[in-house]
Nanobody
Framework: QVQLVESGGGLVQPGGSLRLSCAAS????????ITWFRQAPGKERDFVAT????????DYAGSVKGRFTISRDNANDTVYLRMNTVVPEDTGVYYC??????????????????WGQGTQVTVSS
């Protein structure tokens, strides 16, 4: 079992940047792929980005490709989501999750068993 804790959310102006962190504890973090989802008010939870256990495989949602960067630091059991050139549509609660597998390309939240509590990101002027 792995415990995930997100941090780094907040209020940011359109065009600005933010870096989210997903810190893990418990089971061997280095064996797990990690995925970021987000959920806007009244909407479903959507896939944002995913990274494999060693960072060798990465995938992004089309809406964030070229603006967001996912990375990981296995020495510190942390995955990051760098958000650049944010737009109001990026507003939502951001969650990190793991399916317990080394690579999780699935974009379906139901395929993930470990979740953090989420961190709020608000893009507004």
């Amino acid at each position: 079992q792995v415990q995930l804790v997100e941090s780094g959310g907040g209020l940011v102006q359109p065009g600005g940047s933010l870096r989210l962190s997903c810190a893990a504890s418990g089971h061997t973090f280095n064996n797990y792929g990690i995925t970021w989802f987000r959920q806007a008010p009244g909407k479903e939870r959507d896939f944002v980005a995913t990274i494999s256990w060693n960072g060798g495989r990465i995938d992004y949602a089309g809406s964030v490709k070229g603006r967001f960067t996912i990375s990981r630091d296995n020495a510190n059991d942390t995955v990051y989501l760098r958000m650049n050139t944010v737009v109001p549509e990026d507003t939502g609660v951001y969650y990190c999750a793991s399916s317990g597998r080394i690579w999780s390309p699935s974009r379906e939240p139901t395929d993930y068993v470990y979740w953090g509590q989420g961190t709020q990101v608000t893009v507004s002027s």
